[in-house]
């Protein structure tokens, strides 16, 4: 089957699942709330029917899923549903983004149920910071779950840091060193404007060239790696050979290769993490749609799709957040941990 483009001649290849819209963490760019409105139970997609739309996606020409959420490891079972996916051969990369907590005790579970690769986000290696960025104390048990990752057995792990200006911006070179004793590469996520983020501000972005004119400063010369993919990270390499990345979606965006989607817990699929709606799947499945129905649904709406968010977001002049928190407590799917980052 020819690859699925859209509109843009971008291809349908990187499905990002959120199996829950809950999290264990209350980081202030994310979830600043307390309480919030959860997706109804009844709604949330079973492992049966998350496995059932992958197999739609991957005979459309997806080869790489995420899982994420909220909080992936809360979701009960976990690695039963990676057993599920890592069994289907068209998906050559499956990896989950999870912020730690609960990983050391998953890890062994979750490499012998085929997961390829794991990616923690770490924003400091401070506990009493990470106490004020995540309204948690459980950073002593993200860095256990953080050292797990290569005991049981996994390799190309990566930790993803959103820096923020004032906050952990002066960790930058800390985290790097950090990376390589772990080892994992480390990435930089520009401070996004986007669902929870409605603490956000332009002030509290530090682009991409800021952050590597510091670690020049520290490290010396720096070259990028040149690369094809359509990987969001730009990655560079320091003087001793060691690599990290930048992800510089609010600053310079990487809309035009964006090859992305979003599954979220309970069945609807965005096309872009800037999107206001999403296409229903869970209810043509529930409905008894078949495997085709759904492939022409999904071709439609990929082939239709115009979305470069992260653009139009850097055109405007005066930027403010995305949505505000009545917006989001009307549409719990507006929310980075309902969509899944
Ligand atoms: N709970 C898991 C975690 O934190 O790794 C997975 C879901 S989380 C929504 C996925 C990623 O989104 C995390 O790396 C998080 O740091 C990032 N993220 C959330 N809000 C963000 C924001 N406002 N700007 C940049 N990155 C953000
Ligand atoms: Fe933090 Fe991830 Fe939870 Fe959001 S979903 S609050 S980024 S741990
Ligand atoms: Fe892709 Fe939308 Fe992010 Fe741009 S803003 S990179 S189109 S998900």
Not at 70 to 93: F, T, Y
Not at 198 to 214: C, D, F, N, P
């Amino acid at each position: 089957m020819p690859p699925v483009l859209d509109t843009r001649g971008r291809t349908l290849r990187n499905l990002r699942v959120s199996v829950t819209d809950r999290c264990n963490l209350r980081c202030g760019y994310c979830m600043p709330e307390e309480e919030y409105v959860w997706l109804p139970r009844e709604d949330i997609l079973h492992f049966g029917e998350i496995a059932a739309l992958t197999d739609v996606f991957l005979e459309l020409g997806v080869d790489k899923v995420r899982l994420t959420g909220g909080e992936p490891l809360l979701r009960r079972d976990l690695p039963r549903l990676v057993r599920m996916l890592a069994a289907k051969p068209r998906i050559r990369d499956l990896a989950m983004t999870t912020n730690g907590v609960l990983l050391a005790e998953h890890a062994p579970a979750l490499k012998a149920a085929g997961l390829h690769r794991v990616t923690v986000s770490l924003d400091t290696l401070d506990p009493q910071r990470f106490a004020r960025l995540t309204n948690r104390t459980t950073h002593a048990q993200v860095l256990e779950g953080i050292a797990s990752v290569p005991r049981a057995g996994f390799t190309g792990t990566k930790l993803d840091t959103v820096v923020m200006r004032g906050v952990n911006d002066d960790e930058l070179a800390s985290l790097i060193e950090f990376g390589k004793s772990v080892p994992a590469e480390v990435r930089f996520i520009e401070y996004m404007d986007v669902g929870g983020a409605t603490r956000w501000s332009m002030e509290q972005v530090v682009g991409r060239a800021e952050m590597l004119e510091r670690l020049e400063r520290r490290y010396g010369r720096i070259e990028p790696v040149v690369e094809t993919s359509t990987a969001p990270a730009d990655r560079f390499r320091l003087p001793d050979g060691t690599t990290f990345g930048i992800i510089s979606s609010t600053t310079a965006p990487f809309c035009a290769d964006c090859d992305r989607s979003r599954l979220t817990a309970d069945g609807l699929w965005y096309l872009c993490l800037y999107a206001t709606r999403g296409i229903d799947l869970r209810g043509p499945f529930r409905g008894g749609a078949g495997p085709e129905e759904l492939k022409a649904l999904i071709t439609g709406g990929w082939r239709a799709r115009t979305d470069r968010g992260a653009e139009d977001r850097l055109a405007l002049g005066n930027r403010q957040p995305l949505v505000q928190i009545g917006g989001l407590k009307r549409d719990p799917h507006l929310e980075m941990h309902t969509r899944g980052g």
